[in-house]
């Protein structure tokens, strides 16, 4: 199982299910772990009993919510210290340094870092990046209405700090009324539905997806196939 990790105070939930259902759709079997203090996933993903720990099926995800660690999830699907987890990828929902350090996050294949560009996720989103003991590179994925260059220095100024190589390439989400009208809608009807989304919106999940899955060959042509199945139901 590979590992992929989201760092970051901006709300990620709703944007990595869209990640998710993409790669569900590709072959992939997911799993979200929603390791973030708030675990918004508790409220945005239906479920029928939740405890304090659990995971549950939604659109084909499996999304996990409340555990500590992945030692945690091995025991609570059943698995034994020396069996493999059967997902090919884990997508992990982390906003501060010791979830990073307890989902052994060091691991994952990919880092971003995800934010908007007002201080509050600007600055706790690079307080999670601020432990960081070895050099790593990280892929930022921004959320900003205008993308001006000077949101980015900022945010590259507050991380000078950090052990951080910034990818060269930069991942856009607009900033769109209708985006948000889309995204309030699926949390409404419970269902992933990516239809009303921006272009740009699809752009950004699509460059995304295909960074995630470059080693195996998946490119943008398939993943646009992939959000149309998603479009009409599938």
Known sequence: MKKIA???????????????????????????????????????VPVIKPTKTYITEYEGIDVAVGFSD?????????????????YDYALLDIDTYDEYCEFKASESIKHYFVTSFDVYSLK???????GL????????IL???????EEDEYLEFLAMGC????????????????????IIENQRTARINLKNLSAQYKDGLIFLVEGILETEGI????????????EKGA
């Open 6 to 44: 989201f760092i970051g105070s901006y709300e990620k939930t709703d944007f990595l299910l869209y990640v998710a259902k993409i790669m569900t759709i590709l072959g992939k079997k997911i799993i979200l772990i929603d390791v973030s203090v708030i675990q918004k996933a508790k409220y945005v």
């Open 124 to 130: 706790r989103g690079i307080e999670a990046l601020s």
């Open 219 to 230: 490119g943008g042509g398939e993943i646009r196939k992939a959000i149309r199945k998603i």
């Open 70 to 86: 992945m030692d945690e999830i091995r025991s609570y699907i059943g698995l034994k210290a020396e069996e493999e987890f059967e």
């Open 163 to 182: 052990k951080v190589d910034w990818d060269k390439e930069k991942i856009y989400f607009p900033f769109e009324r209708g985006d948000q009208s889309a």
């Open 133 to 140: 003991e070895n050099q790593t590179t990280i892929t930022k």
């Open 143 to 149: 959320f900003s209405k205008d993308m001006l260059r």
